[in-house]
């Protein structure tokens, strides 16, 4: 077994350094507040793992792989996961209790069990339990929020990317229709041309709102297209939905993207999806280089927290929501204040004290 204390101004960069350093098996042992040198206070938190008992299990897969049959390795990989999720679970509520231990203040406490009940990871919760409390914008550290896209000032290329189903395309809608309203000059672009269909509800929504619209299957398409509509304030451009575990339906869309000069590329993700799945889909879009997260369905799910901790991990501004099919209401800019007004709008323990 391997024991180290991690040592840190916070608690939680403390439990943070763990993780980092010691991984998913990490157990944490104790923690102990101090004083350092200089007289301020610090966090040691002592985390073990237990390096003997991962070997040995590795060992075990290694030196019997010919004489398993294909059932035994099924029944060891099963084994292992289900020691490794109880082993996130134990960290997982180990360091939510230790982190709302640390919180001195009653109301911030149930501020930090509701921002954890909508699914902020606790660390964060931590963080912006008490910005919560106070009806403060959220200031967390770890979200990046970006400047809104104001194209009458500033032309803007829009690029709008992401899983299947994840409600591109109406968003996209609400988007030309919202900034057409306000006068700006939108154009639309679709490179969803492979399936039947696929660029429908856009050809009709720019024929209503009298934009010019183009669809994209070539590059001499895109020259063709972007000669065409120079003079868009607004470029919107809505593309094929992809499957993570598929490489070849995006690297073919990049080909065409490659020739468009965007200044966004909005990664849209759905707010319903498991946390695992988004954070897959995340990984997945970065070699896209987007630079925007957007989240659609908010609507759709109880835990809306866990837009924090995608945000979060893969450290890319905030950008548009969607909370509803209605084009074109039901849209917003991600901003401390909508966060925040996202998080407290759900029924719950908090809000019924607090109110
Ligand atoms: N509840 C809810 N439904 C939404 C939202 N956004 C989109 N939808 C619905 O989700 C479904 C898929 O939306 P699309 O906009 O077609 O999704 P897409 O990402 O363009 O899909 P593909 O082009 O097939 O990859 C439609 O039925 C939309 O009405 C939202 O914010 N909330
Ligand atoms: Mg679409």
Same mark, same amino acid.
């Given at each position: 077994?391997?024991?180290?204390?991690?040592?840190?101004?916070?608690?939680?960069?403390?439990?943070?350094?763990?993780?980092?350093?010691?991984?998913?098996?990490?157990?944490?042992?104790?923690?102990?507040?101090?004083?350092?040198?200089?007289?301020?206070?610090?966090?040691?938190?002592?985390?073990?793992?237990?390096?003997?008992?991962?070997?040995?299990?590795?060992?075990?897969?290694?030196?019997?792989?010919?004489?398993?049959?294909?059932?035994?390795?099924?029944?060891?990989?099963?084994?292992?996961?289900?020691?490794?999720?109880?082993?996130?679970?134990?960290?997982?509520?180990?360091?939510?209790?230790?982190?709302?231990?640390?919180?001195?203040?009653?109301?911030?406490?149930?501020?930090?069990?509701?921002?954890?009940?909508?699914?902020?990871?606790?660390?964060?919760?931590?963080?912006?339990?008490?910005?919560?409390?106070?009806?403060?914008?959220?200031?967390?550290?770890?979200?990046?929020?970006?400047?809104?896209?104001?194209?009458?000032?500033?032309?803007?290329?829009?690029?709008?990317?992401?899983?299947?189903?994840?409600?591109?395309?109406?968003?996209?809608?609400?988007?030309?229709?919202?900034?057409?309203?306000?006068?700006?000059?939108?154009?639309?672009?679709?490179?969803?041309?492979?399936?039947?269909?696929?660029?429908?509800?856009?050809?009709?929504?720019?024929?209503?709102?009298?934009? =010019?619209?183009?669809?994209?299957?070539?590059?001499?398409?895109?020259?063709? #297209? @972007?000669? $065409?509509?120079? +003079?868009? *304030?607004?470029?919107?451009?809505?593309?094929?939905?992809?499957?993570?575990?598929?490489?070849?339906?995006?690297?073919?869309?990049?080909?065409?993207?490659?020739?468009?000069?965007?200044?966004?590329?909005?990664?849209?993700?759905?707010?319903?999806?498991?946390?695992?799945?988004?954070?897959?889909?995340?990984?997945?879009?970065?070699?896209?280089?987007?630079?925007?997260?957007?989240?659609?369905?908010?609507?759709?799910?109880?835990?809306?927290?866990?837009?924090?901790?995608?945000?979060?991990?893969?450290?890319?501004?905030?950008?548009?929501?969607?909370?509803? =099919?209605?084009?074109?209401?039901?849209?917003?800019?991600?901003?401390?204040? #909508? @966060?925040? $007004?996202?998080? +407290?709008? *759900?029924?719950?323990?908090?809000?019924?004290?607090?109110?």
């Amino acid at each position: 077994m391997q024991v180290k204390v991690f040592s840190a101004t916070k608690l939680h960069e403390a439990l943070s350094q763990v993780r980092q350093d010691f991984g998913p098996d990490a157990v944490i042992m104790d923690r102990l507040e101090g004083m350092d040198e200089d007289g301020n206070r610090i966090w040691h938190v002592h985390a073990a793992l237990d390096y003997e008992d991962k070997v040995e299990t590795k060992a075990n897969v290694e030196a019997r792989p010919s004489e398993q049959s294909p059932t035994d390795s099924t029944r060891l990989f099963k084994a292992s996961m289900a020691r490794l999720e109880r082993i996130v679970e134990g960290l997982g509520r180990q360091e939510s209790s230790t982190l709302r231990e640390a919180i001195d203040d009653h109301d911030s406490r149930l501020a930090f069990d509701h921002l954890v009940q909508m699914g902020v990871a606790p660390t964060y919760a931590f963080d912006m339990a008490d910005d919560f409390v106070q009806r403060r914008p959220i200031s967390a550290s770890v979200l990046r929020w970006s400047e809104r896209i104001v194209p009458k000032e500033e032309p803007a290329t829009v690029l709008l990317t992401g899983p299947s189903g994840a409600g591109k395309t109406t968003l996209l809608a609400k988007l030309a229709t919202h900034y057409s309203l306000k006068g700006v000059r939108v154009a639309v672009l679709s490179t969803d041309t492979n399936r039947m269909g696929g660029t429908d509800m856009l050809k009709s929504y720019s024929e209503i709102l009298g934009i =010019p619209f183009f669809t994209i299957r070539t590059q001499a398409d895109v020259e063709e #297209a @972007l000669d $065409a509509t120079k +003079s868009a *304030q607004l470029l919107l451009v809505d593309s094929e939905g992809w499957n993570v575990r598929r490489k070849s339906g995006i690297r073919k869309q990049r080909e065409l993207w490659d020739e468009i000069p965007f200044t966004h590329r909005v990664l849209v993700v759905p707010a319903n999806m498991d946390e695992m799945d988004g954070m897959e889909i995340l990984e997945r879009a970065g070699t896209l280089e987007v630079n925007r997260l957007a989240f659609t369905k908010l609507d759709e799910t109880s835990r809306p927290g866990k837009i924090v901790n995608w945000a979060a991990a893969f450290g890319i501004d905030l950008s548009y929501c969607s909370f509803g =099919p209605e084009v074109p209401e039901q849209m917003g800019w991600l901003t401390p204040q #909508a @966060l925040t $007004a996202l998080l +407290s709008s *759900q029924d719950s323990k908090y809000v019924k004290e607090a109110a």
